[in-house]
């Protein structure tokens, strides 16, 4: 596992807990919710709530979990934001369950279609043990990829033996439905929303954690079953030449949006980055000029934040053209 180590957030006053919130935003989920749910029982580490919110189903989501809150019982299973059942998509669910979350507490992405190894609460609960209370800390995991049956097809890609906050700009390492949250990741989190409708939770809970300086811990161990079926959120692309043209195919526009977009909205909560990130956020706001201007600009800061890049080569490729365009 590889961690990276920096400075720290406020911690609230009392003492982190053992129990680990896990966040399960549902919609239209009812197909494959039930093996899902299963597989969190089967977690070796037992002390776990499970916190849901239906985004607006049109299926029997409701009616599973409802079933299975009887069986574990309320207290272990919360429903949240339920009150008008609205779509509110996937950044904004994901907020709604995190704002749930005690302070002193950990907390789990959950997706609603794989399936967790017995092992995966475990295995970053321990992980994380080591940051200190006021650090924030993220841990992720590399999964097992299935067909719709729970077929293995591969592995999801190598994790990256470092990372850095710049390389969190320009890509998210973090797959969702992996990551665990240490208590302050969470209450950083809280504090920092990401900029509406740009950024997925993961990503966001990434950089976020990066920025301010936080512990990252890699675990290059699969630790779920990731089902690939045609109407995932977002996918996952085993070798690195597919994703390059995945991002491709995705576009320039929408990438450069997010980017700048986060960008402004880091800057905005500066109080909360590291200060040293404050300065190379500082560099790249002068990139977002149009024009020559914009384009020498940019040219200047890929040359100042060599660690502005990603992970893959064609991935950097790919990044460095569409930085440079604008």
């Not at 811990?217 to 996952?236: C, I, K, M």
């Not at 790249?284 to 800061?301: P, T, V, Y």
Request: glycine share 6%; with cysteine; proline share 5%.
């Amino acid at each position: 596992m590889h961690q990276t180590l920096a400075p720290t957030i406020p911690s609230v006053s009392s003492q982190n807990s053992d129990t680990i919130y896990i966040l399960l935003s549902i919609y239209n989920g009812a197909l494959y919710l039930n093996e899902q749910l299963a597989s969190l029982e089967q977690q070796n580490h037992t002390d776990w709530v499970l916190l849901w919110r239906d985004d607006g189903s049109t299926d029997n989501s409701q009616a599973i979990m409802q079933a299975f809150t009887a069986k574990v019982g309320h207290a272990r299973c919360k429903a949240v934001g339920l009150e008008n059942g609205r779509h509110k998509g996937v950044q904004n669910s994901y907020s709604t369950l995190l704002a749930a979350v005690p302070d002193n507490a950990m907390a789990a992405f959950c997706d609603q279609d794989d399936v967790w190894l017995p092992d995966k609460l475990t295995r970053g609960w321990q992980a994380l043990l080591a940051t200190p209370i006021t650090q924030p800390g993220l841990y992720c995991a590399r999964q097992t990829l299935t067909d719709r049956h729970l077929v293995a097809t591969g592995l999801s890609p190598h994790l990256p033996s470092q990372t850095s906050f710049l390389e969190a700009m320009t890509q998210n390492i973090a797959t969702g439905c992996t990551v665990i949250l240490s208590p302050a990741a969470c209450r950083l989190l809280k504090a920092c929303p990401p900029p509406a409708g740009k950024i997925l939770h993961d990503w966001w809970a990434y950089l976020m954690v990066c920025a301010a300086g936080g512990r990252v811990v890699t675990d290059n161990q699969p630790v779920l079953l990731y089902r690939q079926h045609g109407a995932n959120t977002v996918g996952s692309q085993a070798r690195f030449m597919h994703r390059a043209f995945a991002a491709l195919k995705r576009g320039r526009h929408a990438f450069m949006a997010i980017f700048w977009a986060n960008t402004q909205t880091l800057l905005a909560n500066r109080d909360h980055v590291a200060p040293q990130n404050v300065q190379s956020l500082l560099i790249l706001e002068k990139g977002l000029h149009s024009g020559l201007a914009g384009l020498l600009a940019r040219f200047s800061i890929l040359r100042q934040l060599p660690d502005l890049k990603r992970h893959g080569m064609m991935e950097q490729l790919v990044f460095k053209l569409w930085f440079l365009l604008g």
